[in-house]
T-cell receptor
Framework: NAGVTQTPKFQVLKTGQSMTLQCAQDMNHNSMYWYRQDPGMGLRLIYYSASEGTTDKGEVPNGYNVSRLNKREFSLRLESAAPSQTSVYFC???????????????FGSGTRLTVV | KNEVEQSPQNLTAQEGEFITINCSYSVGISALHWLQQHPGGGIVSLFMLSSGKKKHGRLIATINIQEKHSSLHITASHPRDSAVYICAARRGTSGSRLTFGEGTQLTVNP
């Protein structure tokens, strides 16, 4: 099925551990995003990649790194997890123009991360 | 003050009622998105609009650019409409970044 695939769905980490969240889309979208969602705060942008080969910081980039591996894949890495990074993480992609649904967003199913 | 604000935060309705969720934004935008997040957590894009009105089934979205206001209407509401509805403003075209409201939790009782 076409869409955004995000793994893992659930993860528990100890403080200081590292992990990588994987995201892949098969819609040939140019732009990809990582968001975190916390109660009472809505979705906040961590990093985004407007096109293959570029990445930029969003609102809350501290403690995270990203890699746009190719047009399909955009990964998010936590080098040294902290309890403040407990959240639900969403990957998303969008067509930045020219496609059948320009600027329409598609979201992954989310990763629920707990840092203890 | 958030750049994108929604009201109400919580809404409970009886099946069949007409529902309105409001979104106000304080910045210039190129488009406004309405999203639906189900209890399982998945997020689905409902509408993207930059002017006027769009309709899909029982859902209607309107936007007034001059007043910086958008509404999402649900006609003949059903318990399966229970979800969090999120509006998000897109500013410009660079990277298609969105600024999100906090969401409206809708519960439709049978």
């Amino acid at each position: 099925n076409a869409g955004v695939t995000q793994t893992p769905k659930f993860q528990v980490l100890k403080t200081g551990q590292s992990m990588t969240l994987q995201c892949a889309q098969d819609m040939n979208h140019n732009s990809m995003y990582w968001y975190r969602q916390d109660p009472g705060m809505g979705l906040r942008l961590i990093y985004y990649s407007a096109s293959e080969g570029t990445t930029d910081k969003g609102e809350v980039p501290n403690g995270y790194n990203v890699s746009r591996l190719n047009k399909r894949e955009f990964s998010l890495r936590l080098e040294s997890a902290a309890p403040s990074q407990t959240s639900v993480y969403f990957c998303a992609s969008s067509d930045s123009g020219g496609g059948p649904r320009p600027y329409g967003y598609t979201f992954g199913s989310g990763t629920r991360l707990t840092v203890v | 003050k958030n750049e994108v604000e929604q009201s109400p935060q919580n809404l409970t309705a009886q099946e069949g009622e007409f529902i309105t969720i409001n979104c106000s934004y304080s910045v210039g935008i190129s488009a406004l998105h309405w999203l639906q997040q189900h209890p399982g957590g998945g997020i689905v894009s409902l509408f993207m609009l930059s002017s006027g009105k769009k309709k899909h089934g029982r859902l209607i979205a309107t936007i007034n650019i001059q007043e910086k206001h958008s509404s999402l209407h649900i006609t003949a509401s059903h318990p399966r409409d229970s979800a969090v509805y999120i509006c998000a403003a897109r500013r410009g075209t660079s990277g298609s970044r969105l600024t999100f409201g906090e969401g409206t939790q809708l519960t439709v009782n049978p």
